[in-house]
Each structure stands twice: as structure tokens, then as C-alpha cells.
């Protein structure tokens, strides 16, 4: 193929990872076509690992087999259960390869010198032994490995949880330092949106790690998170396409925010609530509460923003799936109670609408054209959210579809990638801390322990930016593109967008941008406000903002917690936050933002650099 994969490592036959689930080998026809595409690839010179998942339905047949039997299946036998799934595939893909004149070997996860901790049904993989899979692909034999399954110091027999197999194969990719990982499925790759809802929608050639991260609710159906995750901390390419045809798919992997487009992806959430919890004390120690509560039911909230508080109340509002509503407003009420102060309100038939792309980080106007596009559509924006790579909108159900078809149309994102974004302006970011990258094949073995431990990644400041907000603004559409564009006239960068729901017909909205911006941005900004009437602008100069990064921090409840604990403890006053699946930013006063940051980077186990 090509000539990077044949050459691309100066002493070692390159090797490639081909992972087929379970749609992709469900039947004997479809497990030849896997077989026939890795013995292509392997007479093509490379080495190759196939991984399988189960056929088909397999694994929802074992656990409605076990179900049938008892209610309580023992966790040790429902994984010597459900790993025979993938056991059945290796055999019989092993036989399919040899049948095609190579030769091949089958293992399962504890022959494949994966060892994971002793928690069954969701085992992280602790490290793994790559000795007998170096022997066969050195001996010229294709090794078809168990996905989904490990064994645990004592033998047992575990599996990684639902969907595991792509992580089996990325983990691999990882210490086997393969040139590629291909996940072979049964769509032609990832799109700027689902078909289904825009049927302009585009498959996408390549995307960043980040980005299909953020895109978690559109790439869901596509991969495992977690995968990407490890994909993306050790540096190996994946490529996401189809079983059946010749399609090249989609390329995750690193891509430099300089050339890459401002915007890649439009996702939609569909059934989402908001709940909103009002006159809160505004005080240290408030969100610290608030998250407690919510960890304690393992609420996975979402779109949490909070505004600098006014006349001694604070307010936030966070977004939440509908089916855990009632239970996120028992936990909010209880919230209210322990702090003493505030009342609690809320609002269903919402819908989330992003756009995500590494690019706009870079770039002014984004958050202008969106909401222009939502305005000139008579959508009205509920909560706003942001990102650096994803700006989040809540809206209202019934017009979700219309919001999703006018963004994906308003950037262009049916037609391929040519124009040069409209401005564009470099932003520099403050210090980082951040976990240790593996160097070396032994430091990549070791550090898979770690790794599947890891939510939190990184704990980063940023001190060069300002605050601006603009309080008693109207709620009616059009109102932020006004603002936005005016702003990204003079072109200022903004950075986090806030805005919360608005109470009596009137809204807060506040982002920060760049120290060096912010006289541009007021002049700016205050024309456009001055027609707005008793709308007030303020600011705060000297901000420091401090994002947590990981992976899964919406279902991770504890992160929050975490965060949000180790703020109040230092006595840091929170003036801004919001959330999205990958980060969690806050706003403190800038002198508070070193011994901040050291405090939450501490309360998550890593060490400011
Ligand atoms: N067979 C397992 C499951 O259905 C693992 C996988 O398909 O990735 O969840
Ligand atoms: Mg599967």
C-alpha cells in the first residue's frame, strides 16, 4: 500500500492493527472478508494484528442466556461467559486466514499477555506482555486477538467493559507501535453530522483526536472514547472504515489547529433538561456542594455554567439527559438546603447543538456566525457553553433539526475543505502541567496502567486573558450576533462563553478574551450595548482561568467534585464556569490563579511543571 506504511520505520517491518467488530464478522461470509483483508495487508509486507469483537449479537445473547438462568450472575463466570464471544471469532478467523494460504494464530486476551485488575465486566488493562505476539508476526503469522477481554493477577478470566474490543485493538496498536489502527465498522467513516438528520452531511477525511473526543455524541455509535483517548496519548493514527468496500474512511489523528478547518463537526443531543438553581450565596464552597450532591447519585451533568454573581447571588444552570431530571432536582433541592440559600427551577424539551473544531481556537467570528445563523433561523439560545474547540447551545427541542441543518449550511461543511478561514489570529495560553508522555516501548507497557486510570490529563492556567461581562441583556434571537460580530469586526478572540438562562425576559452574558484585546472589545462592545436598554457592561482585568482536561468528565461525576473542592478549599471565589465533555474551565481573580492551579492539579494526582 503505501510507502509510508512499507518504510515508515527505518529497522522494523511496519506493523498494522485491523480491528473488526462484531456487525463486520457476524457471519461466515463476512469473517472471510475480514480474513481477506488482513491477509492483503499482510502480502503487502506488514505485520498484522486482527482483533475481533463477537458475531454479531453474541455478547446480547450470552448475558440474556445467563439472565435466563439467574438474576445475580456471579461477575467471574458472566465474563468466562461473555469472552467466549470473542473467542468463537479468533478461531474461526484464524482458520478463514489459513484457508487463504497464510499462516495465523488465534488468541485469547490471557494468551495475548493481557493483564487487567480483578474488576470484572469492566477490567482496566494493567500491562501487557507483548513477547508471544512479537514471536508470531516475526515467525510471518498474522495474530487474530480476543478484543474485550484480559485475565487479572490470579488468572481469572475478565473483559473491559461493553465495546471493549476497540480498545483491546488500540491498546495493542499502542504497545506494538503500529504504523496504523484500522477499526473496521459498518459506516463509511465519521461525518460533519448525521446523515439522517442533514442528508448533505460529509464524511470527514481526517480529524484530531480532540475534536472526535468532543464529538463524543457523534463519533459514539463510531468508537469507544477511552480508545481515542489512548489513540491520541501514544500517538497512534486511527483509521475509521468500512468492512465491506473500498472506502478509505476517516483518519483520527494528530493535526496541527493552524491549517485545520475552524470548524469540522455539527452534533446534536437531543433530549436534554436544564435545571437551574438561583440566588445561590456567592461564596466559596457553593459549587463544591452542588457537585457533591450530583456525585453522590452519579448524575453525568453536562453544560454547567455559572456567571459572575450579582448583588451578592450567584446563579447556575447545567443541562442533564430528561430521564435523570427528577433526580437531579431531588439533588439540587437538597443542594439548596445544606447551603441555606436559593431556589431551584428548570426547563424540558431542550436539545444540544454544537460545533466543533480544532481550528477555531484561532479564529475569530465563530460564535458570531453561529449565532447569527440561529437568529436568522429564529432560534433562541438557551444556555451557551464553549470550549477552546467546541462552542455548546441549548434550544429549544422542536427546533433542534432546523438549528442543526442551518449550521451545518452556514459553514459550509457539505462542501470539502478549500476556502482559508475568514481572520485569523495566534492565542498564546499560559503554563501547563501535564502527565508524562511515554518515550520508549517500555514506558508505553508501563504506562497503560496508568493510563486507564486516568480521567484528569492535564491541569492548565491561563492568566492572559480579561473578563467582560454584560448583564440585563434582552432574550431574543439575534441579540449575541450582534454582539459577537461586533466584536469580531475588531478581531478579538474570545475565548469562554458564558451565558446562563435568562430570568424576567432579561440574560447575563460573559467570555473572556485576551488581556491585550480587552480595550478593543469594550469600545466595541459597548456600541452595540448602548442600544440595548439598562444593559451594563463590566469587566475584570486581571483573571486567571484554570481548565481541567480529560476524558468522560461528564459521566466521571467525581471531577467536579474534585475541582470544585480543591477551589474552595484554597478560598478561591469561582466568577465563570462551563463545561463540555472533555473540560472543565473556571474563572478566579488572577492573583488567585498560581496557588489555584497547583491545588487542583494536586487534588488529581498530578504535578504542576
Ligand atoms: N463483544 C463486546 C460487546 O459487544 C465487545 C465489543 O464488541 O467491542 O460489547
Ligand atoms: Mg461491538
Known amino acids: 500500500m503505501s510507502f509510508e506504511r512499507l518504510f515508515g520505520s527505518e529497522y522494523a517491518l511496519s506493523i498494522v492493527v485491523q480491528k473488526f467488530g462484531g456487525t463486520s464478522v457476524a457471519d461466515a461470509t463476512k469473517i472471510r472478508n475480514a480474513a481477506a483483508r488482513a491477509v492483503a495487508v499482510h502480502r503487502e509486507g506488514h505485520q498484522v494484528v486482527l482483533v475481533v469483537s463477537a458475531r454479531g449479537k453474541k455478547t446480547d445473547e450470552l448475558v440474556g442466556l445467563a439472565a435466563e438462568i439467574t438474576d445475580t450472575p456471579p461477575a467471574r463466570e458472566m465474563d468466562v461467559l461473555l469472552s467466549t464471544g470473542e473467542q468463537e471469532t479468533i478461531a474461526l478467523a484464524s482458520m478463514a486466514i489459513q484457508s487463504l494460504g497464510v499462516s495465523a494464530m488465534s488468541f485469547t486476551g490471557g494468551q495475548l499477555g493481557i493483564t487487567t485488575d480483578g474488576s470484572h465486566s469492566k477490567a482496566r488493562i494493567r500491562s501487557i506482555d ?43 496498536a499502542a504497545v506494538l507501535r503500529a504504523d496504523v489502527c484500522e477499526i473496521f465498522t459498518d459506516v463509511e467513516g465519521v461525518y460533519t453530522t448525521d446523515p439522517r438528520v442533514v442528508a448533505e452531511a460529509r464524511k470527514i477525511e481526517k480529524i484530531a483526536y480532540e475534536e472526535m473526543l468532543e464529538l463524543a455524541s457523534l463519533g459514539a455509535g463510531v468508537m469507544h472514547s477511552r480508545s481515542i483517548e489512548f489513540a491520541k496519548k501514544y500517538h497512534v493514527p486511527i483509521r475509521v472504515r ?27 443531543v437531543k433530549s436534554e433538561s436544564r435545571v437551574t438553581l438561583l440566588d445561590l450565596p456567592d461564596r466559596p464552597g457553593v459549587m463544591d456542594q452542588i457537585f457533591t450532591q450530583m456525585e453522590e447519585r452519579k448524575i453525568p451533568i453536562d453544560m454547567v455554567v455559572q456567571d459572575v454573581g450579582s448583588g451578592g447571588v450567584a446563579e447556575v444552570s447545567f443541562s442533564v439527559p430528561e430521564a435523570e431530571l427528577a433526580e437531579t432536582l431531588t439533588a439540587a433541592e437538597r443542594a439548596v438546603e445544606v447551603l441555606g440559600q436559593g431556589r431551584v427551577v428548570s426547563g424540558t424539551n431542550l436539545s444540544k447543538v454544537s460545533v466543533v473544531g480544532i481550528g477555531m481556537s484561532r479564529h475569530t467570528g465563530v460564535a458570531a456566525l453561529m449565532f447569527r445563523t440561529l437568529a436568522d433561523a429564529g432560534i433562541n439560545i438557551g444556555i451557551v457553553t464553549t470550549s477552546e474547540i467546541k462552542i455548546s447551545v441549548l434550544v429549544d427541542r422542536d427546533r433542534s433539526v432546523d438549528a442543526v441543518r442551518a449550521i451545518h449550511k452556514a459553514f459550509a461543511l457539505h462542501e470539502e475543505i478549500t476556502a482559508e478561514p475568514a481572520v485569523g489570529v495566534r492565542r498564546e495560553v499560559g503554563s501547563a502541567s501535564i502527565a508524562a508522555d511515554a518515550e520508549t516501548e517500555d514506558a508505553t507497557v508501563r504506562g497503560l496502567a496508568g493510563m486507564e486510570d486516568i480521567v484528569v490529563s492535564e491541569v492548565r492556567l491561563d492568566d492572559l486573558q480579561s473578563r467582560v461581562t454584560f448583564s440585563n441583556v434582552p432574550d431574543r434571537p439575534g441579540v449575541l450576533a450582534d454582539l459577537f460580530e461586533a466584536v469580531a469586526e475588531g478581531a478579538v478572540v474570545v475565548d469562554m462563553i458564558v451565558q446562563n438562562v435568562s430570568q424576567q425576559g432579561r440574560a447575563n452574558v460573559s467570555f473572556t478574551v485576551l488581556r491585550s484585546d480587552l480595550d478593543r472589545c469594550l469600545l466595541l462592545g459597548r456600541e452595540v450595548s448602548e442600544t440595548w436598554p439598562n444593559c451594563e457592561l463590566s469587566f475584570e482585568k486581571e483573571i486567571a482561568k484554570i481548565s481541567v482536561t480529560g476524558i468522560g468528565l461528564r459521566t466521571h461525576t467525581s471531577v467536579g467534585r474534585v475541582m470544585f473542592r480543591a477551589l474552595a478549599e484554597q478560598g478561591a471565589n469561582i466568577s465563570l464556569i462551563n463545561t463540555s465533555e472533555v473540560r472543565f474551565s473556571a474563572v478566579v481573580a488572577g492573583d488567585a490563579g498560581k496557588p489555584a492551579v497547583e491545588k487542583v492539579a494536586a487534588a488529581f494526582g498530578l504535578k504542576a511543571r
Do not use: C, K, M
Open 130 to 172: 507483548t513477547g508471544r505476539i512479537q514471536a508470531a508476526l516475526e515467525a510471518g503469522q498474522i495474530v487474530v486477538a480476543a478484543g474485550f477481554q484480559g485475565y487479572d493477577e490470579h488468572g481469572n478470566i475478565t473483559t473491559l467493559g461493553r465495546g471493549g474490543s476497540d480498545l483491546t485493538a488500540t491498546a495493542l
Open 242 to 268: 468500512p468492512a465491506l468496500g473500498e472506502g478509505e474512511g476517516t483518519l483520527i489523528t494528530a493535526l496541527d489547529d493552524q491549517t485545520a478547518p475552524v470548524v469540522t463537526g455539527v452534533a446534536l
